[in-house]
């Protein structure tokens, strides 16, 4: 932590800040400059909360070093985080591929996605039961019956599931029925549903909010890591800018940088930043080029019937030419890496 | 709704797409245009979904005509709700003030908050017990204690109080000791706990999420009023936006918007938009000045001390001063109506 | 500025990186943290090129403590610049208000709104006889005409002229005929015109770019002020964020964090953050409660008429009873201060 | 253009709002809704102004249906356009890659880099001789003399050379020296600066502005278009966001957008988007993937002197390195094309 103090703070101010750095258990380090004094704060065992100091007078800002998370920070755990689902890797060597239906409909359509999507080569099942929707009047899934549909396509076709949970009551339920528990955008910053999904023992999928910059979406694994459940997979899905012709956009650059700074799996989902199906196979091509874990894609056997996101959904014929894309790829870039098919 | 087709969309897919618009139970209006044809649709008697015709072949884009709010809208009911808290009326000729700490720290600390607010004119006391903070190590909030300090201030004060309630469990115990739930920002599309809010006699001060438009802020306050929960307050606190000098971006012109097209009151939060004591009296201004029916503004009596917002709350004296401006300003633009001292 | 080093960096990397400031004529102060050591750069007679010490191995950040701008900052100049454009004052204690069409397109047209806005109480006539448009295919000005429709109408009323300058050619005719010159927010980043600016002997009106910070803005003034003019006038006219309801998005805050740390007068234009005539008068009156010098709005006897942005223009009796609030405002937060009428 | 009349719109004012669009010579079409009206206007030979009509009593909003640009859609010229500077086509099934330093430094500085980027593949050499910087205290270019280094490096190298022009002064000389000429992202907007590109017999490279729409990107294209120069290739470079670790947003997703909707090359520009070392290799690969004609990237022999911009910049180790991974994906994605070395 760095205090940068008024051009105008009197001396008398400068030694007051010090005084209660110090008296909070810290070493305060005066910096004179041209026009104003800086304040090193070192020594600091855990986090000073700034609010100590932003107030005391002649202070004028404080600048962070040391970033606020912990047990997500590569400088805590150099090696990657691998997190394992039956004999699956997350953040191993392969890149991965989630797919599925936005939403569980029904039985038929939930087993014809994923026989689809296991024929093509995807490794996990994606499904809604429970669905958070902008409006109330809108499909809200099928809850409790969307897990057995789940449940059962799992047994058939052998693809773990993935699901998201909306609140401590339907986590308690979607961690029987799911082999990983997602928390969507909205809930990125629902602490009391993080600190469940840090309680649990099935790893968790945590998406990025649209407005969630890099550090909040590291605090909200922190959460969970704190909790006790290190098994955390990170997920971009889109931020909300001004964009005239997408949903949402995508931010490929954070793939990288959480690549850099956590050790934890990154995945990205094009079909909800883009909003659009046309813009889904690119997106997904420039996540695996760019670097990411694997990619989470919504697949329905006819998007045009779908309940929720249909202009989203690629059918099975076009994601089977997604995966030959995604594997050439991942064979031009990582060498020697085998290729699920 | 407005279907767009496109350029080359054949005749056939206009008339394949609108037959499904009429089994759907709505009626087509096909538009031809100089380079394609627009899908005119009405009759509709509840909102149409959109992804049962956006992935039809030759469909263009789909445009909303009437909002997909109802009983928030204005045109549903023309005349301004008046939420009654005691004897207090939100959304009425006055403009009400709210006024508190961030949090809840100890009874002396909010007690000498109340006080001092309630000398300088406010109408309400705020205080957070429970507190959604982006760090796991950070301070979290009182909890029941601070329910109680709460309750206590209350009764010494005569002030009605708001404060947060941030998951199904902490409402419960919010809605005995409050007068008015707040949910934060952060929750403003956690749709389980809007359900709740719906079904709850008191009345809920509702925030716009710091990504929200100004369509899922409506459609968030539509989950509470179609649950059955008419007492609704809406509360502006700031957008991320790209400022290089505060913390968030006070989007001032969501005040007029929302008092034109939705009858519910409409509060300014300009503590957690500037998140800098500086800018906070010259936003309280602009927002009364803008029509709003109050703002919420956080004073603590040492800010330098507090544990969670020390850089934004104001003195009580800087309190005090902002609300002779604020009575000036009411003064100047609602001539006749008597403001509280 | 302070260099935040790697917490991997090396002694030697660290060695290296003071020994490069201190020869480039800075002196180097290590500050040994727990996880990592930050240098402090002081001595800096000018500002420091970032990029030659940001690529050295083992430096991971680099954090400006002061500002960039100089001529434009208030702690170079504690008192308000107050630029006079005849017996007016742009920055003193009065507000100023400049009013009329977004174009000017015939003499009438402009006649008839310069009487009715010098009837209202403005101080300065606006028109634009060089438009910037988004599409080559729209109404562009009426140049050189336009200029001697303006002329014509401040002899006719005795209100000074506000105009656009869109490039050197032009900017030397409007020179000629305005009494300030507007540079528009799609050249705020316009160096050589800024250049240009800041050798004329007009005061210039600055609007901010949909994208600037704070920061740029001040940059760009300091072009302006660097070349030798300075008489800059700042005008907010709105950000481009993710509205759903409005054009842009008023950054109403930026008002009172600019009168903190420049001396430049602050204006406001809601017509062109709004976009839309119901959301002017009500961000007007923030404006001015926010601390603006003035503000800058759209006026047009015939608004269904008018050849551009006619969607916010406002009728000659609106922007009366607009006037009305403003000086009841300014009554309210200013007394003392006579109020033109 | 569709126009949606007010719910309470009356009879007369849907009359008014039709006779005055047939007397702007374009046909109205009225299409009862259940709520409101809206009215289809059609026939329209040019674009129509929406200010014309956005005004009329009872309009509630305008929403437009044929896109404002003409020349650069894909509906008028469904083939790509492919630029040809020398044997090289951009736009066609190769990928290209622009390389070179940020700015002409020197003489040696340009030289090395060249042949650098040669060695490696580069099919372009780019360096900035004008340099629009943010402040008027940074390094401004070499300007002449730095053509003058540009054109000896291309004669040295065989290289083509793309380089920017700020102003009408500066496009004439950069016109003469340069293969392509560069419009950046702060002059997107600078109508005088793209009128001037139209009438240009070399292809133009216009950069996105960093809040530029997609719309006004192909609007601020048609202006050159119109003017009568046919070789536009587009560029992204990242937009303002909110991000908290990279300088600009990279919005990928705008390439397979741009691809589907316009005839014109597109390009992506890593290193403005990141302004970081790390990120640049990965977001040229994301580019590749996504279907980008080619990228434009940064090197410098020695980053940590550069003069601009120095922390993006990549080494020549570092940008081969790139280049095998760009050809690995070129190979993967588009078999069959030949690919330099």
Redesign the interface.
């Known amino acids: 932590m760095?205090i940068?103090m008024a051009?105008d703070a009197s001396p008398d101010e400068i030694r007051h800040v010090c005084r209660i750095v110090r008296e909070l258990g810290f070493e305060a380090?005066p910096?004179?400059?041209?026009?104003?004094v800086?304040i090193?704060i070192?020594?600091?065992?855990?986090?000073i909360?700034?609010?100590?100091?932003?107030?005391?007078p002649g202070v004028r800002e404080l600048?962070p070093?040391?970033p606020?998370y912990k047990l997500a920070s590569r400088?805590m755990q150099p090696d990657d985080t691998v997190v394992r689902v039956g004999s699956l890797e997350i953040g191993g060597p392969q890149v991965i591929v989630i797919a599925g239906p936005c939403s569980v409909e029904t039985q038929a359509q939930t087993l014809e996605t994923a026989h689809a999507v296991r024929a093509a080569g995807a490794d996990l099942l994606r499904g809604g039961a429970f669905k958070?929707?902008?409006?109330?009047?809108?499909?809200q899934g099928l809850g409790e019956e969307g897990l057995e549909i789940l449940r059962d396509a799992r047994e058939r076709t052998g693809l773990p599931v993935v699901t998201e949970a909306?609140?401590?009551?339907s986590f308690d339920r979607v961690e029987q029925a799911a082999d990983v528990v997602q928390i969507g955008a909205?809930?990125m910053?629902?602490?009391?549903?993080l600190r469940r999904a840090g309680r649990s023992a099935k790893p968790v999928l945590l998406k990025r909010?649209?407005?969630g910059?890099?550090?909040?979406l590291l605090?909200a694994a922190?959460?969970i890591l704190?909790?006790g459940n290190r098994n955390v997979i990170l997920c971009e899905r889109g931020?909300?800018?001004?964009?005239?012709?997408?949903r949402y956009?995508?931010?490929?650059?954070?793939?990288?940088?959480l690549k850099?700074i956590t050790h934890l799996p990154v995945l990205v989902d094009p079909s909800h930043?883009?909003g659009r199906?046309?813009?889904v196979a690119?997106?997904a091509?420039?996540?695996?080029?760019?670097?990411a874990d694997g990619i989470m894609v919504e697949v329905h056997p006819a998007?045009?019937?779908?309940?929720?996101?249909?202009?989203q959904?690629l059918t099975p014929p076009e994601f089977a030419t997604l995966m030959d894309?995604l594997r050439?790829?991942v064979?031009?870039?990582r060498p020697g890496i085998a290729v699920r098919a």
Do not use: K
């Open positions: 760095l940068v051009s380090h910096i004179p400059g041209r026009t104003r800086a090193g070192t020594g600091n065992q855990g986090p909360d700034p609010s100590r100091v932003a107030a005391l600048i070093v040391t606020p400088e958070p929707r902008t409006s109330p009047y809108s499909f909306v609140d401590s009551e909205r809930n910053q629902n602490y009391s549903l909010s649209v407005s910059t890099l550090m909040e605090m922190e959460y704190a909790a931020i909300r800018a001004f964009s005239d012709y997408s956009t995508l931010d490929i650059s954070i793939v990288p940088e850099r930043a883009a199906r046309e813009l690119p997106l091509r420039a996540a695996v080029a760019a670097g998007p045009r019937e779908a309940l929720s996101d249909a202009a959904a894309e050439a790829i064979r031009a870039l």
